[in-house]
């Protein structure tokens, strides 16, 4: 959060709206509210990532919040990605302790890897001349974008409930408990946030209003 906290110019209004929402994920998470699995729809979505989701969409949606996110800062942004790197190798040991299933790691069909390993090296090139290369962003962040959406419909089809549809000899239980929740309802809705703020500054016209 503290790398998304500067790319927001150190908002102090983020950073409370931040706070008070991994407050309430720790606190549902310690509550074992999410280990309730025969719930409809599934708690997590319902009190952790739809949420977040709606919150994405207010700050699209409002003026104040497009404004927002016109102000975040492109190279801090495109830095922020390599928390992926850590989010992977969790990942990994998480399925070598039967957490998840191998469908969400290197192992199986989540390449999300890729973007925290490229984020750096993305973020080097179109930062060190003197223009922007805008090209190379959009192009790198819609992929990512796209890796991001594939693990995440993995994940959560994944995860044990009645609408669970694949992994059912291993499912992904560790999202149930804290801190493993905060990956769907903190980390991954600012990593969506961080794409789609992107690709907004790089498609936005300059003289277009915010």
């Known amino acids: 959060m503290g790398w998304f906290y500067l790319a927001a110019n150190r908002s102090k209004g983020f950073l409370l709206v931040m706070i008070v929402w991994i407050a309430l994920q720790t606190w549902l998470g310690l509550q074992g509210v999410y280990q309730d699995t025969s719930a409809w729809p599934p708690k997590l979505m319902l009190l952790g990532m739809l949420p977040a989701l709606l ?4 700050l699209f949606l409002s003026r104040q919040g497009r404004l927002f996110i016109d102000r975040l800062r492109q190279p801090t942004l495109t830095y922020f990605h390599s928390i992926r790197i850590l989010v992977e190798i969790g990942l990994a040991l998480l399925y070598h302790h039967s957490l998840v299933p191998v469908f969400m790691t290197i192992e199986g069909t989540n390449f999300d890897l890729f973007s925290g390993l490229t984020a750096p090296l993305v973020g080097f090139r179109a930062f060190r001349g003197k223009s922007v290369q805008t090209r190379l962003l959009l192009i790198w962040n819609i992929i990512c974008l796209l890796l991001l959406l594939n693990v995440v419909v993995t994940a959560a089809l994944a ?18 408990y804290f801190p493993f929740n905060l ?5 991954v809705p600012l990593v969506l946030l961080a794409h789609l703020s992107a690709i907004r500054q790089l498609t936005r016209k300059p003289q277009e209003a915010p």
């Open 55 to 58: 919150m994405i969409a207010l």
């Open 183 to 187: 990956l769907p309802t903190v980390i």
């Open 159 to 176: 995860i044990p409930s009645p609408m669970q549809k694949i992994a059912l000899e291993q499912p992904n239980v560790a999202v149930l």
